[in-house]
């Protein structure tokens, strides 16, 4: 008996011993993985590879993309017109033009073929608190009528949409509980019930547990992902883009177009369309093109809809939001028979949205028939990035807002005047007084003379209350005059000031007037509404 009590012991004795090695034995696997982990991270660059060249797919998360935000980085997303093949090899490229050639403004892109409305809301949702917090609050959102043709995108958003990124937007204090659920419901329209992503975005409390442990569970790997990532690039990581020297501000916009429009037509000699000649060759020399679109349409409903909660989402977090909207190529599109009432609706389509959300749109649907704005059907060639570009520095520095953004990418189309400006605002002197603030280019040949600008002055209702004027004795040809004057009307007056807009303008040239050039209270300022 008490031999065999003592065997029992023994026994009892041994499993106690390999249990414990299995607790010790777990215990510096998980320090382990903890320790490679943290390395990982501490050796991750994390001002580089975003810096160079655009991010899409699963590799798109807040880890990666959030510690690259400063008040000098234009968050832009988009689509196909972002890739690498499209884009980097432009020098108009965002990209190329800023960072890589020295200035103080760098754009993150964000996108790549086929990454439409509801993974962006699902970005937005994810950095968006990086955006406010630590960069300059504002985002740029291109939006491609080729999303808007066809029906579901689930199959393609399954396989570039990573759960950490679901789970880091859900997870956003920020957002309501009520556009979480419209964007939970939409997300499982469009993946269906097997896919990862689905236990993120699960309430019960079983699935939101299962889902921390395998977010545990995965973060080495996703700290492995980015080392592997970023560190290629680690050599290439250089300073901010604040630290640069050149202002991005001073560039010769009129150079830059000139200089894109002559590379454009260069590359372009074997086609009427526009179309760069590597394209052409490939992709749409066949006869069979002509009237092939006669029953093109952009009808994709659930499309919109995923925009406006895009939009929503950026309002709810308080992103300023610029979406652009690219133009048909019209002369293309009228060859192939794609009806020019069903381009107009989408348009106005997404002028809705826009208004709707009080967003901020870059209109270029004016360019459908420019030469050289589209290198294809439907992506921006040298021509159309330099023009987007002027845009998206202008939303940078706080020239245009939600109301002028309109009339300034229409005076950029106008080609018929000598001058354009760009825009104007009201803003508040250091002592509390209105000044009218603006900038007036000449974009002549000739030295102009006896220039003199009366802008209308409306209060926020829209009631006109007064006129100013501002003069320049002289302008050489190509220059820009930045103006700052007081308001010409008595004190009561200029309290109700809220927004402006160029009535007529006069100089050696002849007179011109009821331009429309609206503009509303500099954001750069404090508000006067």
């Known amino acids: 008996m008490l031999r065999t009590v003592s065997k029992g012991l023994l026994h009892g004795e041994w499993l106690m011993k390999r249990l414990l090695a299995l607790v010790v034995a777990a215990g510096l696997f998980v320090i382990s993985v903890i320790g490679v982990t943290l390395v ?14 655009p991010v899409s797919g699963t590799t798109v998360t807040e880890e990666l993309l959030g510690p690259n935000i400063n008040p000098n980085t234009m968050v832009v997303m988009g689509s196909s017109e972002l890739d690498p093949n499209y884009c980097m090899n432009a020098f108009t490229c965002p990209k190329n033009l800023y960072y890589n050639a020295g200035y103080n403004f760098n754009t993150m892109l964000v996108g790549a073929g086929y990454h439409q409305s509801l993974w962006h809301a699902v970005v937005a949702g994810a950095i968006g608190n990086d955006i406010v917090e630590n960069g300059n609050g504002k985002l740029v959102f291109i939006v491609s009528e080729d999303w808007f043709s066809g029906t579901s995108n689930g199959a393609r958003l399954s396989s570039y949409l990573s759960d950490e990124l679901v789970e880091e937007c859900m997870s956003n204090p920020n957002l309501s509980d ?50 592997a990532l970023l560190s290629p690039h680690a050599s290439d990581e250089s300073s901010d883009a604040s630290s640069s020297t050149l202002d991005y501000q001073s560039i010769d916009w009129g150079s830059v177009i000139l200089n894109a429009t002559q590379v454009a037509a260069e590359k372009s000699s074997s086609n009427s369309y526009g179309f760069s000649d590597f394209n052409w060759s490939k992709y749409f020399t066949n006869p069979n093109l002509a009237n092939s679109e006669t029953k093109l349409t952009r009808n994709n409903t659930s499309e919109y809809e995923d925009m406006a909660l895009m939009l929503k989402i950026c309002n709810e977090l308080g992103i300023q939001t610029m979406v652009v909207m690219l133009p048909e190529n019209g002369r293309w599109r009228d060859y192939t028979g794609y009806p020019v009432s069903e381009r107009q609706n989408f348009y106005e389509s997404i002028r809705t949205i826009c208004s709707d959300n ?37 939303f940078q520095a706080g020239w245009v807002t939600e109301r002028t953004v309109g009339q300034y990418v229409s005076a950029l189309a106008n080609t018929d005047l000598p001058y354009y400006v760009p825009v104007a605002s009201i803003v508040l002197g250091d002592d509390g ?40 004795d002289s302008i050489s040809a190509g220059g820009v005059w930045v103006f700052d004057e007081a308001l010409d009307v008595d004190q009561s007056t200029a309290d109700k000031v809220a927004w402006c807009e160029l009535a007529t303008a ?9 331009t429309s050039t609206t503009s509303s209270t500099s954001e750069s300022t404090t508000s006067t509404q």
């Open 506 to 514: 006069t100089g050696s040239w002849e007179t011109w007037g009821d």
């Open 433 to 472: 007084s209105r000044h009218i603030s603006g900038r007036f280019e000449n974009t002549s040949e000739l030295d102009e003379s006896d220039i003199e600008l009366t802008f209308n002055l409306y209060d926020s209702n829209g009631t006109i209350v007064g006129q100013t004027t501002v003069n320049k």
């Open 178 to 227: 009520e556009t979480k659920d419209e964007l939970r419901t939409r997300l499982n329209e469009e993946l269906g019930s097997d896919n990862d992503v689905q236990l993120e975005l699960a309430t019960d409390p079983v699935s939101k547990a299962v889902a921390t442990l395998k977010s545990v569970v995965e973060e080495p790997k996703r700290a492995y992902d980015n080392w």
């Open 40 to 53: 990982l991270k501490a050796n991750t660059p994390t001002t580089s590879y975003v810096d160079y060249i």
């Open 358 to 394: 009080d967003v901020a749109l870059a209109d270029f649907s004016d360019y459908e028939y420019d030469m050289y704005f589209l290198s294809d059907t439907a992506h921006p060639g040298w021509k159309g990035w330099a023009c987007m570009n002027q845009v998206i520095a202008a």
